[in-house]
């Protein structure tokens, strides 16, 4: 996949001044395209979860009708049954899992996101989805297709960085050999509607396609899992042959193994670099060498400190080590952040809001691990200056990444 030299920021709507599309995020296309950048990515657009995750979101295929800026926006008997017929795989069961106005508010959704989607176009912009690989217990994939998923287990991971238990996500496992059985067409159907709303997806847990983790439902942590195998590449194959192309980023950080790496490489996938991971020993960086190229480089991402929240926090060899990779020179430490991922071999480079901003961990927008107090940061409307957007512009252009 041919992405070209060029960058963007991530920020999901819930960030913007308001939370929610309409004026807001087409002044934030507008921002974006003064600042020389390609791509906006957003996190997963289905409705969140109590607390506010987008990842344990009631719906693999629905929009949040939270997002909406005119949520009671008429909508007529016409469209939302060309809706249904443009959607029958998942538009049923949606409706009835959600109840009455369900349809109406997903007429509404594809509206505000198209609208969006076309201004962001006609200005250069192009949208980077996120596709979790989980959906939320108990929501209306669990309960519109039982027979696809395992019993007595859920998901989560092993011990990591971020937590000494692991972490215990608590979402229902496929049973990949019943999703086989009906030749993945739920994963073709979830592909092809991610796809209608977004130019470019990150598949999240890349690494869970070819080995997951399986914890017992009994148990309080995902310490004593296991491993079992995915569906490696014959998932992807079949998704690809059926919408002919598979426009994706494979979110490989973790616990990543020879198998996991030459799946994305054989599938011709992008993965991920996250810089606040590349300084734990001196020249980790320089020692990814050429394998750069084929990398989607980030400052850090949603589940990551801000970079001047994590330099803060960092132990003085993960600094030393970051002092002898970054740019050398007076500007701001997030500055510095910006120009490294910008100027690495990777064709796309993307920025948490964030860290143009050069703020702290008052605004991380998740800790994994901690299920209250996430999902709440908000840009303010005054911080989108035309300074600002120039200064972001500037840097875009001395890496070669500006729009052609």
């Known amino acids: 996949m041919n992405l070209a030299r060029s960058s963007g920021i991530l920020l999901h709507p819930t960030s913007l001044p308001h939370g929610r599309l309409g004026p807001d995020a087409h002044r934030f296309v507008d921002w974006l395209a003064a600042a020389g950048q390609s791509w906006w990515q957003v996190l997963p657009l289905g409705p969140p979860d109590p607390s506010g995750s987008p990842y344990r979101a009631a719906s693999a295929f629905a929009g949040w009708p939270g997002l909406l800026a005119a949520p009671k926006a008429r909508v007529t008997v016409e469209e939302i049954e060309d809706f249904v017929a443009r959607h029958p795989y998942w538009a049923g069961s949606w409706s009835a899992f959600a109840g009455e106005g369900a349809l109406a508010d997903q007429v509404r959704f594809e509206r505000e996101w198209s609208m969006l989607r076309s201004y962001a176009a006609e200005r250069g912009v192009r949208l980077v989805g996120d596709l979790p690989i989980y959906v939320a217990p108990g929501g209306a994939d669990h309960r519109a297709w039982p027979e696809l998923f395992q019993r007595g287990v859920v998901s989560g991971v092993p011990p990591d960085l971020f937590s000494s238990t692991g972490q215990l996500w608590g979402n229902p496992l496929y049973d990949w050999e019943a999703m086989r059985a009906t030749d993945y067409r739920w994963w073709i159907e979830r592909f092809r509607r991610t796809l209608e709303l977004v130019d470019l997806t990150r598949v999240d847990h890349f690494r869970g396609f070819v080995a997951y983790w399986s914890v017992s439902a009994r148990l309080r942590t995902a310490r004593r899992g296991v491993w079992r195998r995915g569906p490696g590449r014959r998932l992807f194959d079949t998704v690809r042959a059926s919408l002919g192309g598979l426009p994706v980023i494979a979110e490989d950080l973790g616990v990543i193994t020879p198998p996991i790496e030459k799946l994305r490489d054989d599938l011709g996938?992008?993965?991920?670099?996250?810089?606040?991971?590349?300084?734990?020993?001196?020249?980790?960086?320089?020692?990814?060498?050429?394998?750069?190229?084929?990398?989607?480089?980030?400052?850090?991402?949603?589940?990551?400190?801000?970079?001047?929240?994590?330099?803060?926090?960092?132990?003085?060899?993960?600094?030393?080590?970051?002092?002898?990779?970054?740019?050398?020179?007076?500007?701001?430490?997030?500055?510095?952040?910006?120009?490294?991922?910008?100027?690495?071999?990777?064709?796309?480079?993307?920025?948490?809001?964030?860290?143009?901003?050069?703020?702290?961990?008052?605004?991380?927008?998740?800790?994994?691990?901690?299920?209250?107090?996430?999902?709440?940061?908000?840009?303010?409307?005054?911080?989108?200056?035309?300074?600002?957007?120039?200064?972001?512009?500037?840097?875009?252009?001395?890496?070669?990444?500006?729009?052609?």
Not at 283 to 302: A, I, S
Not at 325 to 353: E, K
């Open 269 to 404: 996938l992008p993965g991920m670099l996250v810089l606040q991971f590349a300084f734990r020993r001196p020249g980790d960086l320089e020692r990814l060498g050429p394998k750069l190229r084929n990398r989607v480089v980030y400052t850090g991402t949603h589940d990551n400190d801000t970079a001047v929240g994590w330099w803060r926090s960092a132990s003085p060899a993960q600094r030393r080590n970051a002092q002898r990779a970054l740019p050398s020179g007076n500007d701001a430490l997030h500055w510095r952040f910006i120009r490294l991922a910008l100027s690495l071999r990777g064709d796309l480079a993307i920025v948490p809001m964030q860290d143009v901003l050069g703020l702290g961990s008052e605004a991380r927008m998740n800790t994994p691990g901690r299920s209250e107090g996430n999902w709440r940061w908000r840009l303010r409307g005054d911080e989108l200056t035309d300074e600002l957007a120039a200064r972001l512009r500037g840097e875009t252009a001395a890496a070669g990444r500006l729009p052609r």
